[in-house]
């Protein structure tokens, strides 16, 4: 009982992000949006290659970065993502904010951003009914699966994490899935950022978007 109480609270920082549509989704990200962790780059070449060289970035607050996405989102009329990602430094890792966008989950985006480095991302995306974690290094997903079905996992060492997934309640032996997984779990999303949190040594918390970010456009990846 101790170990199951430790985990519940361990959850309490990244409830917000997981909260449902009807309360306002994972304010002020709402319910699409990718978070992605890098570990041996800078925030200036995680810019340069989310825009693929074409912007530097800007340094501003997240409001700012919401009305850039929200810009982009009228322009193209929601079809392509939220056009912009944030950076922030945080020690070894930079944290890659996605509002409205769901690119650092897919397999051939991720194999050329992760190149000669670490990358985890998360995503959420309510409309598709799907969240995911990918964890790749050096241009490989090493593992990913589908948030709260973590049995369902695939990469070139999908058992890689299974210590750390016991130690959420994340179940990765499983044979199915579990009832009630048909629509992204607002508690497996707090348990998927938990991971994250106990791999790059980085929670993230609200408060991260109060630090200023390097703003940049994406490129076509």
Do not use: K
């Not at 041996?40 to 693929?52: C, K, N």
């Not at 060492?157 to 750390?164: A, Q, T, Y």
């Amino acid at each position: 009982m101790p170990a199951m109480t430790a985990t519940i609270d361990g959850l309490a920082p990244f409830r917000w992000l997981g909260l449902p549509e009807s309360d306002g989704g994972g304010p002020p990200l709402g319910v699409i949006f990718s978070v992605a962790y890098f570990r041996g780059l800078g925030a200036a070449e995680v810019a340069r290659r989310f825009s693929r060289g074409t912007d530097p970035g800007t340094v501003m607050g997240f409001d700012g970065l919401i009305e850039r996405v929200w810009e982009f989102v009228e322009e193209t009329e929601g079809g392509y993502g939220g056009g912009h990602v944030g950076i922030v430094e945080a020690g070894e890792w930079c944290v890659a904010v996605e509002p409205h966008g769901w690119l650092t989950i897919l397999s051939d985006v991720v194999a050329e951003l992760s190149r000669g480095c670490e990358m985890l991302s998360i995503n959420r995306h309510d409309y598709a009914s799907v969240s995911d974690l990918v964890y790749a290094i050096d241009g490989e997903i090493v593992t990913t699966f589908p948030v709260g079905r973590p049995h369902d996992r695939h990469g070139a060492d999908p058992d890689l994490l299974n210590d750390l997934l016991h130690e959420l309640g994340m179940y990765p032996d499983l044979l199915d899935d579990p009832p009630g997984t048909a629509t992204p779990d607002p508690a497996a999303l707090s348990q998927a950022f938990a991971l994250a949190a106990r791999i790059t040594g980085v929670p993230f918390t609200v408060d991260m978007l109060d630090h200023p970010m390097l703003v940049a456009r994406i490129a076509d990846l």
